[in-house]
């Protein structure tokens, strides 16, 4: 079975523009969560999506959005880039249950570099 | 979630020696918990997970240990190989499904 995927694994962008980035489950998992992982901040929960719905969303200002498509395949998209959204983006999907007691499995991460 | 630092502690052990990463969660009604690994330019990999109803749970030359009373993880790591070289990361699985992770340690194997 493949695992997760991530596309692109690395970009480059200037202050002020945006992003999309692209996120394949495990065949089978219906849901994905994003996060951000920053030397300085560590791994920090973005959102979760599951059935195309944003079930749960962390502590992140507007600009970070996503979406997620019938295939459980998601995108999360980051506006008006500033220099400090520079990082690695890890998606993580799971079976999609909500009791907390899932094994989430990661992706190799997008590295984004703002410039 | 749980704040994080800027310096990774770091954990130097000699090959063929056992490892013990440890790990403090703040949430006392977490009920599951797992510990991840990651290795440079990677995503975290799973390693082995315990529920709160448990003390222990042993994998492959891995074992995890729940001390729930001071809120503590540790992953012992029995006869550490050179590929076992990476950040461990401790993470609380939270109600919908999101995971608060610890600061990460980084285990490094001397051959």
């Known amino acids: 079975k493949a695992g997760v995927t991530q596309t692109p694994r690395y970009l480059i962008k200037t202050r002020g523009q945006q992003v999309t980035l692209s996120c394949s489950p495990i065949?089978?998992?219906?849901?994905v969560s994003w996060y951000q992982q920053t030397p300085g901040q560590g791994l920090q929960f973005l959102f979760e999506?599951?059935?195309?719905?944003?079930?749960n969303k962390g502590n992140f200002p507007g600009r970070f959005s996503g979406r997620q498509f019938s295939n459980s395949r998601s995108e999360m998209n980051v506006s008006t880039l500033e220099l400090g959204d520079s990082a690695l983006y890890l998606c993580?999907?799971?079976?999609?249950?909500?009791?907390?007691?899932?094994?989430?499995?990661f992706g190799p991460g997008t590295r984004l570099l703002v410039l | 979630g749980e704040s994080v630092g800027l310096h990774l502690p770091t954990l130097s052990v000699q090959e063929g020696d056992n490892s013990i990463i440890n790990c403090a969660y703040s949430?006392?009604?977490?009920?599951?918990f797992i510990w991840y690994k990651q290795e440079s330019g990677k995503g975290p990999q799973f390693i082995i997970d315990?529920?709160?109803?448990?003390d222990k749970r042993q994998g492959q030359r891995v074992t995890v240990l729940l001390n729930k009373t001071v809120k503590h993880l540790s992953l012992q790591i029995a006869a550490t190989q050179p590929g076992d070289s990476a950040v461990y990361f401790c993470?609380?699985?939270?109600?919908?499904?999101?995971?608060?992770f610890g600061g990460g340690t980084r285990l490094m194997v001397k051959p």
């Open positions: 993580a999907s799971s079976l999609g249950g909500i009791a907390g007691e899932e094994t989430q499995y």
């Open positions: 065949s089978g998992h219906r849901s």
């Open positions: 999506y599951f059935s195309e719905t944003q079930r």
């Open positions: 949430n006392s009604a977490s009920d599951y």
């Open positions: 315990i529920r709160s109803n448990m």
């Open positions: 993470a609380e699985v939270h109600l919908g499904n999101m995971l608060t």
